[in-house]
């Protein structure tokens, strides 16, 4: 996401991460911190367990200093993933 967006930590204001109730075996802000994430405020939450939602789905919402426009930030979204926003899904 940083890559594809040309940002880097420092650019990072903070990161908020959500998993499906499915995904309890480790926190994502553990990860998140050995990856270089050290100095951002991290902050995780486990997302409504709706019936029939999509399972195993990590979201990662980062908020950042940018001259980009909304309309040129890339917004990423893997394998099965794709079908939450096919409107934007790169």
Known sequence: MLRANDLTP???ISVFLTVTPDLNAAFPAAFAREVGFEAVPLLC????DVPGALERVLRVMIHCNTA???AEISHIYLHGAKALRRDIAQ
């Open 45 to 48: 939450a486990v997302e409504i």
């Open 10 to 12: 420092a650019d990072l």
């Open 68 to 70: 980009k426009s909304a």
